[in-house]
């Protein structure tokens, strides 16, 4: 079975600096699917940015960048500019990619990232 | 607006009744989902349906139950069998064709024991 771990569980960050969010997993798969998902004092969950294992690309939107090493199997989420607004709890999350899996997403337990101002 | 609706936001329940929590979405999304969070534990799956009047086990499936009749309801009910109940409840969907990859969620139900 699949296995997400992110072993912070709280992170704090100055307005306008960088932070980045650690996040490994566990699979025998080498097709996968992993998200990082945000959730404000709201409650509502969020996509952030995904990432396929079989792009070598790290992917970004706008000021949320991947660092995703596959054979290290770590996918940690990079910040940057962080703003007041991003105080949240963020969840790292991982799907299998094969066709009639169990369709579920596996989370980590989360970390909450405060922003001092 | 496409989106999720849960009801309600706040639900409380006494000792041996069921309780049903509704989960609509108008996205014409195919499958849909149903977890659990409970603080510090993240995210756990309870059930889920890839297709209407199916639905599978997820990981924490006892003392629940669902039903998928329409594509666009999977309301879930908590039985008096779910010994530890309190905790916030998320539904969301997701589309076929794509891998099913990407969840939309709702904006959940807190459930209470009184």
């Known amino acids: 079975a699949q296995t997400v771990t992110q072993s912070q569980p709280e992170m704090s960050v100055q307005e306008a600096e960088t932070v980045t969010l650690s996040c490994t997993y566990d699979?025998?798969?080498?097709?996968?699917?992993l998200f990082w998902y945000k959730q404000p004092p709201s409650r509502q969950m969020i996509l952030v940015i995904r990432q396929e294992a079989y792009k070598q690309q790290n992917a970004t939107e706008n000021r949320f960048s991947v660092n995703f090493q596959k054979a290290a199997k770590s996918f940690s989420l990079k910040i940057s500019d962080s703003q007041l607004g991003d105080a949240a709890m963020y969840f790292c999350?991982?799907?299998?990619?094969?066709?009639?899996?169990?369709?579920?997403?596996?989370f980590g337990k989360g970390i909450t990232l405060s922003v001092r101002p | 607006d496409g989106g999720i609706t849960q009801s309600p936001k706040y639900l409380f329940r006494k000792e041996g009744q069921n309780v049903t929590l509704s989960c609509e979405q108008n996205l014409n999304h195919d499958a849909m989902y149903w977890y659990r969070q409970d603080p510090g534990q993240g995210l756990r799956l309870i059930y889920y349906?890839?297709?209407?009047?199916?639905?599978q086990k997820g990981d924490i499936a006892e003392g629940y139950s669902v039903s998928r009749e329409k594509k666009e309801s999977f309301p879930l009910t908590v039985t008096s069998a779910q010994k530890n109940p309190t905790a916030f409840y998320l539904c969301?969907?997701?589309?076929?064709?794509?891998?099913?990859?990407?969840?939309?969620f709702g904006s959940g139900t807190q459930l209470s024991v009184l």
């Open positions: 969301a969907s997701s589309i076929r064709g794509t891998g099913f990859e990407k969840l939309f």
């Open positions: 999350a991982y799907r299998s990619a094969m066709a009639g899996a169990n369709s579920k997403l596996t």
């Open positions: 699979t025998s798969e080498s097709d996968y699917y």
């Open positions: 349906s890839q297709i209407v009047n199916d639905f």
